[in-house]
């Protein structure tokens, strides 16, 4: 009698924390959801509008240094790099200073890639334990202090182009946008439900397309008002202004995340469980499905760093536009992005009741033509056209992402999102020197040989979704338990206390 009244006193302890358990879950969610609502989207538009801003301002830096140091012309001959505005001065050094400037940009690509491709192979599960807080401020602690270093690059002229390398090793030590991205999509995996998650998901794509309208549209009126250095601070300040906000107010997703040191991180036991867990067999080719997936992903992240300073170089080679001319494109092509983004989302896959993947083949589809069209143009409108053509082009990496939380169990999320991530860390190691290389065989002759390349392998990545979309048709559907749901808890106290029987 004495044993059964025990047992079922720890039977009711057992309830009772699990009641307390939810009461603090909902506690933590609903703060965190405020908090990621307001914080989240703010980090992604003030880095892309640092991004755009710095971008435009350091190519023109590293052109004119590489013309001055690298080739040795006079200052006068190279001071119309640094305008924004292209002229026909610089016609006959346009070739050669470009070709320089594409083996500067493969290895600081190279170089800004290698960090963030070994810390995603251990920060995915680390995050299962430690939180996802510390993969979104770290990296925006390691943009500020480049941020911060590319000024100083700007002010001494005496520098040449090869010291990029120096202002983007914390940038790369820190994870850069690779673990940004992943802690982030982890974070909503923590806080939104399956019905919201693909809207909030492209609510981050929004935020990213309107930080790049905004950082486009202002750049080359700054650049002429301020000029090129001044432009680097303001970046700067932006990023360090982003850095702070999010490490004050960001509050941690996971519940029951414990702080974790930096030794925590390399743990190779880490790495192994990643692997285990995103290689291992899965019924309904559910392991095809994953490898698949994220062949579809990487090749898309490929194209993007591929192309990456070579969209601005090839429009100043095949159309002769200057600065502003690629800005305003720019501008007009993000605003095409946002459009799709709400046409795509809220609208067609809303409506017509299409899932995750359909969306993303038709995003696949439509950058396959985009591209086709871009890589035979010859006047500007061909490349609005392309972008026209591609207004849903944008959608199939948060889809994607989006996907895979509803197909995969909450405790391996982190896992895939870190393998995608280890991934985009480690293709900027391979689509740079291969795109610029090509872009070098063909600078004379078919300069658009990069932009059919990239069509070609949309229209790859298009092919691997719809033999996943035929995986899925011909094997029963497997549904897990909402990341941020609270059933879990209620069925664990429902059955504890059904459980506790007659005394």
């Known amino acids: 009698m004495t044993g059964t009244i025990m047992e079922s006193s720890e039977t009711m302890a057992s309830a009772e924390q699990a009641t307390e358990r939810r009461a603090s879950t909902n506690a933590i969610s609903e703060s965190s959801e405020r908090s990621i609502s307001i914080i989240l989207e703010f980090i992604l538009f003030l ?12 190519s023109n830096i590293v052109l004119y240094r590489t013309c001055v140091h690298s080739l040795h012309h006079s200052v006068e001959e190279c001071r119309p790099f640094l305008s924004p505005d292209k002229s026909n001065e610089t016609k006959d050094l346009e070739i050669e200073v470009q070709r320089y400037f594409t083996y500067v940009s493969t290895v600081t690509t190279i170089i800004d890639s290698l960090g963030p491709a070994l810390l995603c192979l251990f920060l995915g599960v680390w995050s299962n334990t430690y939180g996802r807080k510390p993969l979104i401020v770290w990296p925006l602690f390691g943009k500020s202090l480049s941020a911060i270093l590319t000024v100083i690059y700007g002010m001494m002229d005496g520098l040449g182009p090869w010291w990029t390398i120096v202002m983007i090793i914390p940038s790369a030590v820190s994870g850069s946008l690779s673990v940004l991205i992943a802690g982030i999509y982890c974070s909503l995996s923590d806080m939104t439900t399956e019905k919201s998650r693909s809207i ?43 850095y702070a906000t999010t490490n004050i107010w960001l509050q941690e ?18 790495v192994k469980e990643m692997v ?34 070579l969209a601005y170089m090839y429009t100043r080679r095949k159309l002769h536009w200057a600065l502003k001319d690629f800005n305003q494109y720019s501008a007009i092509n993000v605003l ?67 996907f895979f939380t509803k197909i995969l169990p909450v405790e391996e999320i982190a896992q895939v999102f870190a393998l995608l991530s280890a991934i985009e860390g480690i293709v900027p ?65 429902d059955e504890n206390i059904s459980g506790l029987g007659p005394v």
């Open 276 to 309: 285990t867990e995103c290689f291992k067999r899965r019924p309904n080719n559910m392991r095809a499905q994953i490898l698949l997936l994220t062949a579809a992903n990487s090749l898309s992240i490929f194209v993007l760093y591929g192309l990456g300073g």
């Open 200 to 242: 909030r998901m492209m609510t981050m794509q929004i935020a990213v397309s309107v930080g790049s309208v905004v950082g486009s549209l202002v750049s080359p009126h700054l650049l002429k008002s301020v000029g090129n250095v001044y432009v680097l601070l303001i970046a700067a300040t932006l990023n360090v202004i982003n």
């Open 429 to 493: 190691l391979i689509s740079p020197a291969m795109y610029n290389a090509l872009y070098n065989v063909t600078l004379s002759s078919f300069p658009g040989a990069i932009m059919l390349l990239t069509s070609f392998i949309n229209g790859i990545c298009m092919i691997l979704l719809i033999i996943v979309i035929y995986l899925r048709w011909e094997s029963p559907m497997i549904s897990y338990q909402s990341v941020n749901s609270t059933d879990a808890v209620d069925n664990e106290e």
């Open 336 to 402: 095409i992005v946002f459009i799709g983004s709400y046409v795509g989302v809220a609208i067609i896959q809303k409506r017509l009741k299409l899932s995750d993947l359909s969306v993303s083949v038709l995003s696949f589809a439509s950058a396959t033509a985009d591209y086709a069209i871009k890589s035979f143009a010859v006047v500007s409108w061909h490349m609005y056209l392309g972008s026209a053509v591609s207004l849903f082009g944008s959608l199939s990496g948060p889809l994607i992402r989006s």
């Open 253 to 270: 997703s996971l519940v029951g995340a414990i702080p974790g040191s930096l030794s925590s991180v390399f743990d190779f036991a880490l």
């Open 47 to 58: 880095i892309m509008v640092a991004s755009t801003l710095s971008s435009t301002a350091i």
